[in-house]
């Protein structure tokens, strides 16, 4: 059970000091308070209505409202809009629209992740701020887009690696890392879980409301394809297909468990080794490889059958940082973040803090400001799900660097992504985080982008 921010502070700091403690802004007007009033309340426009744009968007109704929907479903888009706005946003199929309006400045992209580069970049450069959804990006290449137009434009971008927010046991765990609570860091392990199967599914006629072509958009064209057992009983079956929610599962839109849990767990993984300073001056391991299963054959680094999930089911890979540093990502079922150093080891998940030097801290707690350094002293004034909304929010205010910025969130995933190349090549890597290369391997350097189909290329302005 998670536990509350201030119970959190109490276990964190001495109780004495707990209650000064600017970050948490409890004695303060929040973000929360201020956004009682009408005229405070941010216009918001949503792209993807699926399952997390909403869930999103129903913990920040407190300081948004929902004035445009865009989706590719324009059942989806209808249903988003009863359930967030009453039915009063304007609904539209083409998400450039929303780009159009004037009266929006703050989005919020929660699409399949082969659609965030593209509305992402064409956002920031008309001049919007956003929180996108994890993994921002599909290929590695993609991420250099966005760092460099996020640079150029100032735009607040957030990434939705709420893990840092919501979660006060990685935020801790980060601190105590920072503090040299663990020592100095000889393995980092992230266990994100096995990927799922399906036997293969029929292609079929998308549904009527299903914009297939703009659900695409810029990867190549694939058949729509779906099944569903027929329910037993009260429970009914959860679809099989290459569409809502399930795209994860098919390298043609993601990157599997990979990038799907990888961009959470890998995210604290490299946030631990940056905070003990032990990720390298470039900010990215030497090489990666390891052991792969994948659900059917893989020839050139491309799937053979792309009738079922094809991303990878089974694995083990070591991502090597300087002096030997292992971030190891395997599928275990134990899932969270393990921190080992040679003063102890700590295991850290959703939920769970535990390890010699968790159980240290009642004799010798963080220093008063430990917590708030890590977070990069942003105030945090809400619990939750609503708490990474709360600093996003903030943040758009006062024009900080978010905590999840897209900078910190592509160093972590570009390592998700080399595990996904290495694991589809079947081979180890050597990658130059300086020039943000795989060195000596023309076939995997050339996986670091995939050609977008020329409808939907990026539009720069
Ligand atoms: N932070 C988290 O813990 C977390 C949890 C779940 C999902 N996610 C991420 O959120 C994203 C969405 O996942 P989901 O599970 O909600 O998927 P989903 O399939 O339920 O929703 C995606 C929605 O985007 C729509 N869409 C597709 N193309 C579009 C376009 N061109 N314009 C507008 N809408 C378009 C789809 O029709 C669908 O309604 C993924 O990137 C996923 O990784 C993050």
Known sequence: MSITRRQFLTTTTSLATAVSVPYFGWQKKTLADESQSKNDRVSIGLIGAGGMGLGNLRAASQWVDV?????????????????LSDGKA???????????????????IATPDHWHTKPLVEAMLAGKDVYCEKPLTLTIDE????????????RVVQVGTQQRSQFEEFVKAIAMVADGRVGKIKKVTAAIGAGPTCGPLPTVTPPAELDWDRWLGPVPAVD???????????????????????????YEFSGGKLTDWG?????????????AGQAGEHGGPTGIGGKATHPVPFKNGMPVDRDRYNTATAFLLTATYPENVELIIRHDTDNGVTIEGDKGKIFVNRGKLV???????????????????????????????????????????????????????MRALNVCHLAGISARLGRDLTWDATSEQITGDNEANAMLSRPYRKEYKINMG
């Open 355 to 409: 390890g010699a030097p968790v159980e240290a801290l009642a004799d010798d707690p963080l220093p008063e400001d430990a917590i708030a350094k890590v977070y990069k002293n942003l105030p945090m004034e809400a619990d939750g799900r609503k708490a990474h909304w709360a600093t996003f929010l903030n943040c758009v205010k006062t024009r900080k660097d978010p905590i999840s910025d897209v900078h910190s969130h």
């Open 263 to 275: 961009a959470h767990h890998v995210d604290i993984a490299v946030w631990a080794l940056e905070q």
């Open 143 to 154: 991420g250099k887009l966005i760092r460099k137009v996020q640079k150029e434009t100032g």
């Open 67 to 83: 004035v445009a929907i865009a989706d590719a479903d324009a059942g989806r888009a209808s249903a988003a809009n009863n359930t």
């Open 90 to 108: 304007k609904e539209y199929a083409d998400y450039r629209a929303i780009l159009d309006r004037k009266d929006i400045d703050v989005l919020h």
């Open 224 to 250: 729509y394809r779906y099944f569903r057992k027929p329910s037993s009983g009260k429970k009914r079956a959860r679809p099989n297909t290459n569409c809502h929610y399930e795209f994860r599962w098919w």
